[in-house]
């Protein structure tokens, strides 16, 4: 079976875009709005030299709450993909989750098993490529990609520091990274540390099963 790194797009991958009229922070909602932060494409091209098949898991209810349209979006998810390509990395696959339970638009507003927390795209993408969850990886910069994760058993890596609300927010949503990160660079790193490290512990308990035994 296959092995995935899952990342969350606005705060991971790209840039959260600032609406100065609004005095708030949400999706980029055009191509302009959309830069990829620092170091994005250097840490893909790690998971990708890993093998790890690179998978977006997104929930994006722009759409649904008509602050953009599909072609929008697409033209962002493109510019996504072409920027990441010049600079050496490649997605495998995205999955989007367009509902939302305030939806303007009544066919984006449904109780569907793929908004995260929900697992339904988790386990779509498991289906479609024959992952092994258990030793995949999911990175979000929110509990809500965390308590994501973990029910699907993937190991989970927060992008965040590690505060005082946001312990209380992990006890009070009873959820666990397995690692607090700084970006996406420092994810790739700490995957690639452990997948390092389980590969070395595979050949030794192998040396140690097919060493000649002593009489």
């Known amino acids: 079976m296959s092995t995935a790194v899952f990342l969350d797009r606005d705060g991971v991958i790209n840039q959260i875009a600032y609406f100065p009229e609004l005095g708030l922070l949400d999706s980029p909602l055009n191509t302009k709005q959309f ?3 620092p170091k994005t494409a ?3 091209a790690v998971f990708n030299r890993l093998n790890l098949k690179v998978i977006v898991v997104s929930n994006q209810p ?5 602050k953009m349209t599909l072609d929008a979006f697409e033209k962002i998810r493109l510019k996504m ?32 098993d793929c908004r995260k927390p929900k697992p339904g795209l988790f386990l779509k993408a498991a289906k479609d490529y024959a992952l092994d969850l258990r030793k995949s990886y999911v ?8 308590k994501a994760g973990e029910s ?9 520091s590690l505060k005082c609300d946001l312990c209380k927010l992990m006890e009070l949503n009873d959820v666990k990274p397995d690692h607090i990160v700084s970006d996406l660079l ?5 995957i690639e540390k452990e997948i390092n490290s389980r590969v070395s512990r595979s050949k030794q308990y192998q040396e140690l099963v097919t060493r000649p035994k002593s009489i």
Not at 62 to 66: L, T
Not at 139 to 146: A, C, P, R
């Open 42 to 44: 250097e840490a893909i």
């Open 62 to 66: 722009a759409i649904a709450k008509g």
């Open 186 to 190: 420092d994810a790739s790193k700490t």
């Open 81 to 112: 993909k072409r920027e990441l390509e010049k600079k050496g990395a490649h997605l495998d696959d995205e999955y989007y989750c367009f509902h939302h339970p305030s939806a303007k638009i009544a066919k984006y507003k449904v109780k569907c």
């Open 35 to 37: 830069k990829l932060l």
């Open 139 to 146: 990175v979000g910069d929110s509990l809500t990609d965390i």
């Open 152 to 160: 699907v058993g993937c190991r989970t890596i927060l992008i965040g």
